[in-house]
């Protein structure tokens, strides 16, 4: 037998090894489990990541630990998942930073308005401040299984947002209890409509909101772009994510195990966040071809606008000093920024083209 043959005997061997080890666990329910729930819908990557992520946990743990997840937003938005762990009903999810921030504030600093300006900038920021934050949800209670990255958000409107005069005539989104938006439209002068996301789109049809922000890949996957003509060019924010489960669940776990569970996921969400920036530039391609417009900061010639918006955020940041992070902390994430754009002086806008 050639050697090439013995790999491809070996690969099918390994796959068959994992079908029936997996279809054996599924029989059987596993000593620990894991309920969770996220608003992403059945069959999205989202929850084919932690689907193959659960197989392969029952099958390094020999079916200690498994995971059940509540697709859809079946459990409610994010604040109610938290809710619901709190009562014991659910022991994690799936979040986005607005729901993190519900735990541990300072895990914000990382999606500050008009402060990141790409990818790299992000990873690189995120990186070095990923341990800290873990710890944090530690304290208080909770396990960080993976953290991924949701994506670059960018404004929808129905005109082009071209002045501040223009944004403070639209009735914007704000996704409700969120300080990071508020901070900035109170900058701004903007009075925003507090929504659960899940009311977003019944709400774009009654006109009771006509502006809003989400990502590429959000705008066409919760169908929101049929609602808008414009989308800005310009990213407002990098939205994080995470995947946790409660302490009271995880140490039911054994040691052991624990360890293995920490050493599998991660993989997992990293895979997460690749697709979505994947999703995010064919989602980009479909808005354009939809007949979605993109309207730019700079269309009178100047750097006017995006001076003026730059100026916004950075007075938005420093209010939320004391209530989401401390000096010391916003002080470090910017100087990593820093650091970033002094080692990579090419580093550039991720703008909408």
């Given at each position: 037998?050639?050697?090439?043959?013995?790999?491809?005997?070996?690969?099918?061997?390994?796959?068959?090894?994992?079908?029936?080890?997996?279809?054996?666990?599924?029989?059987?329910?596993?000593?620990?489990?894991?309920?969770?729930?996220?608003?992403?819908?059945?069959?999205?990557?989202?929850?084919?990541?932690?689907?193959?992520?659960?197989?392969?946990?029952?099958?390094?743990?020999?079916?200690?630990?498994?995971?059940?997840?509540?697709?859809?937003?079946?459990?409610?938005?994010?604040e109610d998942v938290l809710r619901k762990?709190?009562?014991?009903?659910?022991?994690?999810?799936?979040?986005?930073?607005?729901?993190?921030?519900?735990?541990?504030?300072?895990?914000?600093?990382?999606?500050?308005?008009f402060v990141f300006q790409n990818y790299?900038?992000?990873?690189?920021?995120?990186?070095?401040?990923?341990?800290?934050?873990?710890?944090?949800?530690?304290?208080?209670?909770?396990?960080?299984?993976?953290?991924?990255?949701?994506?670059?958000?960018?404004?929808?409107?129905?005109?082009?947002?071209?002045?501040?005069?223009?944004?403070?005539?639209?009735?914007?989104?704000?996704?409700?209890?969120?300080?990071?938006?508020?901070?900035?439209?109170?900058?701004?002068?903007?009075?925003?409509?507090?929504?659960?996301?899940?009311?977003?789109?019944?709400?774009?049809?009654?006109?009771?909101?006509?502006?809003?922000?989400?990502?590429?890949?959000?705008?066409?996957?919760?169908?929101?772009?049929?609602?808008?003509?414009?989308?800005s060019e310009y990213p407002v924010t990098?939205?994080?994510?995470?995947?946790?489960?409660?302490?009271?669940?995880?140490?039911?776990?054994?040691?052991?195990?624990?360890?293995?569970?920490?050493?599998?996921?991660?993989?997992?969400?990293?895979?997460?966040?690749?697709?979505?920036?994947?999703?995010?530039?064919?989602?980009?391609?479909?808005?354009?071809?939809?007949?979605?417009?993109?309207?730019?900061?700079?269309?009178?010639?100047?750097?006017?606008?995006?001076?003026?918006?730059?100026?916004?955020?950075?007075?938005?940041?420093?209010?939320?000093?004391?209530?989401?992070?401390?000096?010391?902390?916003?002080?470090?994430?910017?100087?990593?920024?820093?650091?970033?754009?002094?080692?990579?002086?090419?580093?550039?806008?991720?703008?909408?083209?």
């Open positions: 037998m050639t050697m090439k043959k013995s790999y491809i005997v070996l690969g099918i061997m390994l796959t068959a090894l994992l079908f029936v080890s997996t279809s054996v666990f599924a029989e059987k329910a596993p000593r620990v489990m894991f309920k969770m729930a996220t608003i992403a819908p059945r069959g999205s990557f989202m929850t084919q990541v932690i689907d193959e992520m659960d197989a392969d946990i029952r099958l390094q743990t020999n079916n200690e630990v498994g995971v059940k997840l509540y697709y859809g937003g079946v459990q409610g938005d994010e762990i709190r009562m014991g009903q659910l022991h994690g999810g799936t979040f986005t930073g607005h729901g993190l921030g519900k735990i541990v504030p300072e895990v914000r600093v990382s999606e500050l308005p790299d900038e992000v990873d690189y920021v995120r990186q070095q401040l990923r341990d800290y934050m873990t710890r944090q949800f530690e304290e208080k209670g909770y396990i960080v299984l993976g953290w991924n990255e949701i994506g670059f958000v960018y404004t929808y409107s129905k005109v082009p947002i071209t002045s501040l005069e223009v944004a403070q005539a639209q009735k914007w989104w704000q996704w409700e209890g969120d300080p990071l938006s508020r901070a900035m439209y109170d900058a701004l002068g903007i009075t925003p409509i507090p929504l659960s996301i899940t009311d977003v789109m019944t709400s774009l049809s009654t006109k009771l909101i006509d502006t809003a922000g989400i990502t590429p890949y959000g705008a066409v996957a919760y169908h929101w772009y049929e609602r808008f003509e414009y989308m990098n939205v994080q994510g995470a995947t946790i489960v409660s302490k009271k669940i995880w140490d039911k776990v054994s040691p052991e195990n624990q360890k293995k569970i920490k050493g599998i996921c991660q993989p997992y969400f990293d895979r997460l966040s690749a697709h979505t920036r994947v999703q995010d530039q064919k989602s980009i391609a479909v808005l354009k071809k939809s007949g979605l417009k993109i309207a730019p900061f700079d269309a009178d010639g100047t750097t006017k606008q995006l001076d003026f918006i730059l100026s916004i955020s950075k007075k938005a940041r420093e209010n939320l000093v004391g209530e989401l992070y401390s000096q010391e902390l916003l002080d470090r994430t910017l100087s990593l920024l820093e650091d970033y754009r002094k080692l990579h002086p090419d580093s550039h806008v991720q703008r909408i083209r």
